[in-house]
């Protein structure tokens, strides 16, 4: 029990203030219940594809700043293909949209490492880069979703509290997340992100480490586009407010910026708190000006907080 | 747990949400998804300047963000969620947001869109007929030039519903003028600063230019002519104060402004209020149709003298209130007080 506590320290804690604020929630909200849990789970799931994709490019240390130029694309891509498209030609246009995730990725990826030109470089450059193809592919929001794809996220599954959209996003990231991180390549991302050299020596083939999760970013951020286009039935050449909401979840989190540490979880319920918090505001009519200060504020005070613990408990 | 439910209590009250809202007034929700733009302010401030003149709004509870139309979905659901009587939204695009719409109607919510049209059934649209604004201007702009000559394009966000409308608007009008050439096409992202770079970085090259069409990102190019003692050739804009003034001021500036009231929202406020009162309007869509005032047309000329108004921001447009749909004073919306601030 104490060796869980000291290693999810941080998870239970971001667990205890998401509990906490589900508190307030129904304190500012009575009747906040199964369709507020619903467009809860709903709003999160394209910023934690964005951050569980974030989450692993940080723990190889590195850094992705096109993830929501990739999510555009990928949102785009999925409204043209699904556009008229029946139901094989449904899971064509989604097997479509992974694929061309994972390309955009493995592209940053092996941009960063045949050039040796910083992460942050690259991947700011790629930003414009997808958008430039989001707005190429659809010039202006259009497309479609097919019909039952979008009724995967809507409403709840088996019990009345539990949205499928959640469910979506536990399957989804279930499938990516666990099998990755038990296997060797799981490891080697850990290791390039801990300590490059000594992961070098170990023999890590760090280049195509680096690669792989960058493009296991691109496939998290094809999720993440794809749930747009799910959600809003259109595709949206201009990407949305999640390059940064991803970097403040990734951190919120747990994960080092500086790489080798941390998980998908932690950011995953960072991710929820998030968007707790601007419904709270919403619900309690917060000046809208004063609303992102109060994101912001919130963020550096639990990640302070956070800090000074584990100074403490490295003391003891 | 009650420890809990003590601290969590305590923390409600300190920031003010303990107030219950009395049973009598309204409680508007209002969802808009571009923060920082003079338009948009405008429209905000006048839908909270209207609530307040109506007097029968209670609270309002304000989604003010840049964000694209997942988060605008969010939005509008937290304000369903947060028991809202009626929701005016300036819709991100025209289908993206009609899922949360569609259920914000479902559970008896009273939907008016303002500025942009949206597609669900049972919503209520108050809108600016936006390709009938860019054919308005690009028409009497081309007609300045004498049917031919080089045209600056300057459009508004790339991808954005509204620029979308406008761009059919203009192509439209450059059907009818074959002879036009547009020499430079650019997305000002109705960014002012980048709008004025983009034209400044074209000036410098000594390519010729005959007129400008910008999207509402105006005084700034007058600014940038001016300011790179570049001869001045016809401008169209729109009604942004900013821009009128110029329109009065400025020697030598053949122009006009295109009108594309902020205020709509104000009215949007009022069309809801009517609807939650039974008054139910004819149509579902109302269209606010624009104007062109012309700075060489007599008439024109009058119509921007009579709307110089120096209290205004520049960015904001001069029409601040919509005669029959708003009720408050100028001093109201430049205040931009709601209900209970």
């Known amino acids: 029990m104490t060796r869980l506590i000291s290693k999810q320290g941080w998870v239970l804690g971001l667990l205890a203030f998401l509990a906490l604020l589900f508190v307030l929630t129904t304190v500012i909200q009575p009747d906040f219940g199964i369709s507020g849990l619903d467009s809860l789970s709903r709003a999160t799931l394209p910023f934690a594809f964005a951050t569980a994709g974030m989450a692993v490019v940080v723990i190889a240390g590195g850094i992705d700043l096109s993830v929501a130029s990739m999510m555009a694309v990928a949102g785009v891509s999925a409204a043209v293909l699904m556009d008229g498209a029946g139901g094989g030609g449904t899971v064509l246009a989604v097997v479509g949209v992974l694929a061309i995730g994972l390309a955009m990725g493995a592209i940053n990826g092996a941009a960063i490492v045949y050039t040796r030109v910083p992460d942050i470089v690259v991947t700011l450059a790629m930003l414009f880069v997808w958008e430039g193809v989001a707005l190429l592919i659809l010039k202006a929001p259009g497309g479609a979703a097919t019909p039952w794809l979008r009724e995967l996220i809507v409403g709840n599954v088996i019990f009345p509290w539990l949205p499928r959209s959640f469910v979506f996003l536990v399957v989804c990231v279930a499938v990516i997340w666990i099998p990755l991180s038990r296997s060797r390549l799981g490891l080697s991302i850990y290791a390039i992100g801990s300590n490059e050299l000594a992961a070098y020596r170990s023999g890590v083939s760090v280049g195509l480490t680096r690669i792989a999760a960058y493009a296991v970013c691109g496939l998290f951020a094809a999720l993440g586009g794809l749930t747009l286009t799910m959600s809003t039935g259109i595709g949206e050449p201009i990407p949305g407010p999640y390059l940064m909401a991803s970097v403040a979840a990734v951190v919120l989190g747990g994960v080092v910026l500086g790489g080798g540490r941390g998980a998908l979880l932690g950011p995953i319920i960072a991710v929820f708190i998030l968007r707790l918090v601007r419904m709270d505001l919403t619900l309690a009519s917060v000046d809208p000006n004063v609303t992102t200060i109060v994101e912001g504020t919130i963020m550096v005070v639990v990640v302070m907080l956070g800090g000074v613990l584990a100074m403490k408990g490295r003391k003891t | ?341």
């Open chain 2, 1 to 341: 747990m009650k420890r809990y439910f003590q601290g969590a209590t305590i923390v409600s009250l300190l920031a003010g949400l303990g107030s219950v809202a009395s049973a009598e007034g309204y409680t508007l929700g209002i969802s808009n998804t571009v923060q920082g733009n003079g338009w948009r302010e405008e429209m905000v401030c006048a839908m909270k300047a209207q609530a307040l003149d109506s007097g029968k709004v209670d609270s309002l509870n304000i989604a003010h963000r840049n964000t694209d139309a997942a988060g605008q979905l969010e939005d509008i659901r937290n304000l369903v969620e947060a028991g809202v009587d009626a929701i005016v939204l300036n819709p991100s695009n025209s289908e993206g947001v009609n899922s949360a719409i569609e259920e914000a109607i479902a559970k008896g919510i009273v939907v008016v869109a303002v500025d942009q049209a949206v597609t669900a059934p049972g919503a209520y649209i108050l809108s600016n007929n936006q390709e009938e604004y860019a054919y308005l201007g690009a028409k009497w702009l081309f007609e300045q030039v004498g049917g031919s000559g080089d045209i600056v394009y300057m459009r508004g966000a790339a991808g954005a519903g509204a620029d979308d409308d406008r761009d059919r608007g203009f192509k439209r009008a450059l059907e009818e003028f074959p002879d036009i050439n547009i020499v430079h096409e650019v997305f000002t992202g109705w960014q002012q600063d980048q709008g004025k770079q983009q034209i400044l970085d074209y000036l410098a090259t000594g390519l010729p230019v005959d007129g400008v069409w910008t999207s509402g990102i105006d005084n700034v190019i007058v600014d940038a002519f001016v300011e790179s003692d570049a001869p001045l050739v016809p401008i169209v804009g729109a009604d942004n104060a900013g821009f009128v003034g110029q329109l009065a001021t400025v020697d030598g500036l053949v122009g006009a402004a295109v009108t594309n009231p902020g205020s709509i929202g104000g009215a949007g406020v009022t069309l809801a209020l009517q609807i939650l009162d039974g008054d139910m309007p004819e149509s579902n869509t109302v269209l606010v149709d624009p104007a062109i005032w012309a700075n060489n047309d007599p008439a024109g000329m009058a119509l921007i003298e009579g709307a110089q108004n120096p209290n205004l921001d520049p960015e904001w447009p001069v029409s601040v209130s919509i005669p029959g749909w708003t009720t408050y004073t100028t001093e109201e919306i430049i205040a931009c007080k709601g209900p209970g601030e």
